[in-house]
């Protein structure tokens, strides 16, 4: 329909599901993301807590050909409470049981998420794989991201 649309769009993000869907197959996601990557310019990943389904899904997506860049999907500033209901809802499997392995990670959610762990654990373990920033999931909860934002920002000119 895009093409058929003439689209004015500069860019265009597709959704990449490095730990699958509740409702839609493996196999059925891997063919959306191939026949949709022709007119995108990047990925998002749904949300995730932990690196080695984002590396996985990565290389799986690269050796199918889908060479875009990929925008990691982490939560922003959200209270743990909630991240992990909608970690639930939209069926981030294995994140959850790395954060349920690691019950000590609770005590560090609260009152918010901190991506620092996977951020570094993809510089680390995903090089060469087209990781190309993040993408804040607000929930919502704009003006708490923002206020984060800006402490990160005060914290680093030494205010």
Not at 49 to 66: C, H, K, L, N, Y
Not at 95 to 122: C, E, H, M, Q, Y
Request: hydrophobic residues 45%; proline residues 4%; aromatic residues 6%.
């Amino acid at each position: 329909d895009m093409n058929d649309i003439g689209h004015p769009f500069e860019e265009i993000g597709i959704a990449g599901y490095p730990e699958g869907h509740p409702v839609i197959s493996d196999e059925r996601l891997r063919q959306a993301l191939g026949a949709k990557a022709e007119l995108a310019t990047y990925v998002v990943t749904q949300m995730c807590f932990s690196a080695g389904p984002i590396v996985e899904w990565a290389r799986a997506t690269s050796r199918d050909g889908v060479l875009l860049p990929i925008r990691v999907g982490v939560p922003g500033a959200v209270d743990a409470i909630r991240l992990l209901s909608v970690s639930r809802a939209i069926g981030v499997g294995e994140s959850l049981r790395f954060l349920s392995k690691n019950r000590g990670l609770l005590r560090v959610l609260r009152p918010r998420f901190s991506a620092t762990r996977l951020i570094s654990d993809l510089a680390r373990e995903g090089e060469g794989l087209g990781f190309d920033g993040l993408h804040l999931f607000t929930f919502n909860q704009v003006a708490a991201l923002l206020s984060v934002s800006r402490a990160i920002t005060l914290a680093r000119q030494g205010r």
